[in-house]
């Protein structure tokens, strides 16, 4: 289990996002988290310079590895996806976990853009609103910031 403990982003330490073109993919559901974590993305992008920002929403989690794949083909440095998957009383919740987890993994192996898991998986709303801007910061953000720093990866 992941521990409540919350570093703030250091910007000065998140490479340069000037002449980046990310895409961020954006789930529909669970949408109060979701929009919370697309303007924490944002606010980190457009800090380190990026102007060129594809919001790109889609309906649910699970779309977003479809999202996601048009994106990389489109010719992006980096593709965020940007979900919110909460527990409920049916397995549901694990097959859309494993999907998503599992969808992002193969376009990543694809070599073509970097796509950073930006999909909140979590027990309770409580726990998304923490990690969406509230007590634990925002993942949207913690998620540009890898976007960034893997557009630029030296190989």
Same mark, same amino acid.
């Given at each position: %289990?992941?521990?409540?403990?919350?570093?703030?982003?250091?910007?000065?330490?998140?490479?340069?996002?000037?002449?980046?073109? !990310?895409?961020?993919?954006?789930?529909?559901?669970?949408?109060? &988290?979701?929009?919370? @974590?697309?303007?924490?993305?944002?606010?980190? @992008?457009?800090?380190?310079? /990026? =102007?060129?920002? &594809?919001?790109?929403?889609? #309906?649910?989690?699970?779309? @977003? $590895?479809?999202?996601?794949?048009?994106?990389?083909? +489109?010719? =992006?440095? +980096?593709?965020?996806?940007?979900?919110?998957? !909460?527990?409920?009383?049916?397995?549901?919740?694990?097959?859309? /976990?494993?999907? =998503?987890?599992?969808?992002? *993994?193969?376009?990543?192996?694809?070599? $073509?853009?970097?796509? $950073?898991?930006?999909?909140?998986?979590?027990?309770? %709303?409580?726990?998304?609103?923490?990690?969406?801007?509230?007590?634990?910061?925002? *993942?949207?953000?913690?998620?540009?910031?890898?976007?960034?720093? %893997?557009?630029?990866? #030296?190989?």
């Amino acid at each position: %289990m992941a521990t409540a403990q919350h570093t703030a982003l250091d910007l000065e330490k998140i490479p340069s996002a000037k002449g980046l073109r !990310i895409a961020v993919v954006v789930s529909g559901w669970n949408s109060t &988290i979701t929009d919370n @974590l697309y303007q924490g993305a944002l606010k980190v @992008l457009e800090a380190k310079g /990026c =102007v060129d920002i &594809i919001h790109i929403p889609v #309906p649910g989690s699970f779309e @977003l $590895i479809y999202g996601c794949k048009r994106a990389i083909h +489109a010719g =992006v440095d +980096a593709v965020i996806a940007i979900g919110s998957v !909460i527990r409920g009383e049916t397995a549901h919740f694990d097959y859309v /976990c494993q999907a =998503v987890s599992s969808g992002i *993994k193969e376009l990543n192996i694809l070599g $073509i853009s970097p796509v $950073i898991f930006g999909v909140l998986t979590d027990d309770t %709303m409580e726990q998304a609103k923490s990690r969406s801007g509230g007590a634990l910061g925002n *993942k949207g953000a913690e998620a540009a910031a890898a976007a960034i720093e %893997m557009a630029n990866f #030296p190989i």
